[in-house]
């Protein structure tokens, strides 16, 4: 089991960023990758972004390319999602998941964490 805590989440005005925050620990932790996820009221979790933790190859929604970046620290096992010129659309819970090894789709999950985007 992978153990994930977010953090960064919060109040922003539309056109303003928010930087979230994914420490993931278990032993051993053979990831394959790290993604965040997001679901509005109403709507369907979708995946926002990832990165393959042995590349470190990212992926992004379309509705979030050139606004979010996905980074992350390998000596920390964390990942970071910068939330640029956010739109109220992009309210949302944000969940952290990880994919490990011998899993094919993502099985461990965080709490979640509330981004809330004023107009």
């Known amino acids: 089991q992978v153990h994930l805590v977010e953090s960064g989440g919060g109040l922003v005005q539309a056109g303003g960023s928010l930087r979230l925050s994914c420490a993931a620990s278990g032993r051993p932790l053979s990831l394959v990758a790290l993604g965040w996820f997001r679901q509005a009221p109403g709507k369907e979790r979708e995946l926002v972004a990832s990165v393959r933790w042995s590349n470190g190859d990212p992926y992004y929604a379309t509705s979030v390319k050139g606004r979010f970046t996905l980074s992350r620290d390998i000596r920390k096992n964390t990942i970071y999602l910068q939330m640029n010129n956010m739109k109220p659309e992009d309210a949302a819970a944000y969940y952290c998941?990880?994919?490990?090894?011998?899993?094919?789709?993502?099985?461990?999950w965080g709490q979640g964490t509330q981004v809330t985007v004023s107009s």
């Open positions: 998941a990880a994919q490990r090894i011998g899993s094919n789709d993502y099985d461990s």
